[in-house]
């Protein structure tokens, strides 16, 4: 059934008028994000076909550009409107982290937004975030993709970003795909140069957070650092 078939306050549009945004089901929101269905497929029925394939909202997260065209109906331009508005949810929760000026001093203030930035990637991808002196967020940058080890993940390059970026301290995270937030040999060997090197430098590691599908781990709070 199209759309506009339906009654008017079951069209998702029509519904957000109404109630307000905050109203509308996952299947709605994405309706309005698509815009239009295609030949034979109503924009609801598109919905449906894209969370069909998530276990959770976040899943959508995962999704890039190949895997969104692999959707039934789901072309460029619909995939980029896609991936342009889960970029922007990134950026908001990092945005309101800064504005709020929330100081770091413990993992859990960062999890959930590493979780979303990075946990369910489907690559490894290493961040460092960039402190300043009360251990507020100055900024951040996905310096490394790819599986951790000394050849890639070059103390060299994080610490030239963190000159640059004039921070104080840096805390340092990656994804586990698997969705295991153990740390591995490698992980630990990798840290413990960074750390070497940020005291020669004097810009300290705080921590190194391992994110993965909702779950961290903080090798300072391992004990690990």
Known sequence: ???KEL??????????YQNGIESLSNRDLIAILLRCGTKGMSVLQLSDELLKNCRTISDLLDLGLNDLLKQKGIKKAKALQLLASFELSRRIALDQTQKQKV???EPQTLASWLNMQIGFCSQEHFLVIFLNTKNEILSYRTLFIGSLNASIVHPREIFKEA????CAKIICAHNHPTGDTQPSDQDIAV????????EIIGIPLLDHI???R?????????QLL
């Open 163 to 166: 000159i640059q970026s004039g």
């Open 103 to 105: 100081r770091i001093e």
């Open 1 to 3: 059934m199209k759309v």
């Open 210 to 212: 391992i994110v993965g």
């Open 7 to 16: 009654c008017e306050p079951e069209r998702p549009r029509e519904k957000a």
């Open 214 to 222: 909702n779950h961290y781990l903080s090798l300072r709070e391992r």
């Open 191 to 198: 840290t413990r140069c960074i750390k070497e090197t940020g």
